[in-house]
């Protein structure tokens, strides 16, 4: 026996990729409802208009809003023990700068959440997860604005008290270290993007990235004060950071490589962690901004508001690993959800170029208990793939299983190494839009949804192969993983 006696199994979305309902019962548009559908060839565009005619994938998502009630009953079937659904924070507030919250849009949360209860699973809330109100980015440029903190914290006030007896555990930001790059401006911190240009954004002026590294300052006294907030709220609650994890190799044993590799753990994978567990700025962050001409706009009583809102437990996601070289003629690039890097000679990778690496994950995990020793938390995870319907009407994703299964056997091996791990949320448990390219295609679920790229479609629900398969690691704990 490995996983512990309440190990919370389950599956992970997120509200902009999974709701729908963008406009109904009061809803107020959010930045991903700005950006258009894409593919790996075609970026996705962000408009500063929504237009007529233009297809916007959050806009219907996979209509989870009007579905809940099956979707949560395939959980049930499956044996689910935990759901991670985020909370569509212009949902509750329009704005984001209204003082009340919108009634409609906090009953549709207690309706997801009692529909839970009826199959004893216990939901793990993300409070944003790349979904800032359109209004805070399009007054504040986002969270470069300290007033979006007061906000975040009336809308933290409501959640926690609203929901303080029906949710335990809490995430404030996802995948907060997106923010470590460029690429993380738009869905990580709601900056304003250039009208009809591609979402990710490349290279920044030092100006630019000192407005990003405020932004994410920001965001880091906004988690801390809810963290704190939550405990005075309900002493019960369990709020974690969320890191987008990836373990960064050296390409060679030429140690300028392993130099890079480490640089790269620290300022993306590790920087965030650091200051959400430890409650201080590490101390190579310093050499990091000097080098690259950036200033951080805090406050008085910055740090000490850090120190005090430390998280409860390191949540992160894992899809894959990552290298780093210094040579030159090393330049093929690897794909990758937003830490690419050069492509490892040892590792398959999926249809989209994500590599496999099902140790790195056992590694990862050990890293990170090791620095931190707090409980872990695999909150993302799985295989974007192209299912298609077989001969006999059903999809037999089999590639899908033994990924799933090589991670947990891997999370298995940790376990038993030491690690405290509390569960494992497999991402896109049904299938739902893209986060990167906007596709549906590209589908991770146990259970398949009828819609295409295009919004074509009649979102009807069917069980995968892997549905069947899950729902026995439910039931096993982990053991039966055949
Ligand atoms: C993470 C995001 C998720 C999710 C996942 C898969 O980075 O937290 O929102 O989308 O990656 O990525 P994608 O949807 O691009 O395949």
Known sequence: MSFKKGFLWGGATAANQFEGAWDEDGKGPSVPDHVRGGTVSSPRLWDMEIKDGVYYPSHKAVDFYHRYAEDIALYGEMGFKCFRLSINWSRIFPTGMEKEPN????????????????????????????????????????????????????????????????????????????????????????????????????????????????ALHNQFVASALAVVLGHRINPEFRIGCMIAGTEMYPYSCNPADVKEAQDAMNMRNYFCGDVQVRGHYPYYAERYFKDHGITVRKEAGDDEILKKGTVDFYSFSYYMSSTCSTDPDVLEKAGGNM????????????????????????????????????????????????????????????????????????????????????????????????????????????VYVDRDNDGNGDLHRERKDSFYWFRKVCETNGEDLD
């Not at 470590?180 to 911190?189: A, K």
């Open 103 to 214: 009634r409609e849009g906090l009953d549709f949360y207690h309706k997801v959440f009692a529909e839970c209860r009826k199959y004893g699973i216990e939901p793990l809330v993300t409070m944003s997860h790349y979904e800032l109100p359109w209004g805070l980015s399009e007054i504040y440029n986002g969270w470069t604005g300290r007033d979006v903190i007061d906000h975040w914290m009336n809308y933290a006030e409501t959640l926690f008290t609203e929901y303080k007896d029906e949710v335990k555990y809490w995430l404030t930001f996802n995948e907060i270290n997106i923010a470590t790059m460029p690429m993380g401006r738009i869905l990580g911190l709601g900056m304003q993007g250039e009208d009809g240009k591609p979402m990710f954004k490349a290279e920044e002026t030092p100006e630019e990235a000192s407005d990003r590294f405020t």
């Open 339 to 446: 830490i690419t890097g050069m492509k490892n000679p040892y590792l398959k990778s999926s249809d989209w170029g994500w590599q496999i690496d099902p140790l790195g994950l056992r590694i990862y995990l050990n890293d990170v208990y090791g620095r931190y020793e707090i409980p872990l938390m695999v909150v993302e995870n799985g295989l974007g793939a192209n299912d298609v319907r077989a001969e006999d009407g059903l999809f037999h994703d089999t590639y899908r299983i033994d990924y799933l299964r090589d991670h947990i056997k891997a999370m298995h091996e940790a376990v038993l190494d030491g690690v405290d791990l509390m569960g494992y949320t497999m991402w896109g448990c049904t299938d739902l839009v893209s986060a990167s390219t906007g596709e549906m295609k590209k589908r991770y679920g146990f």
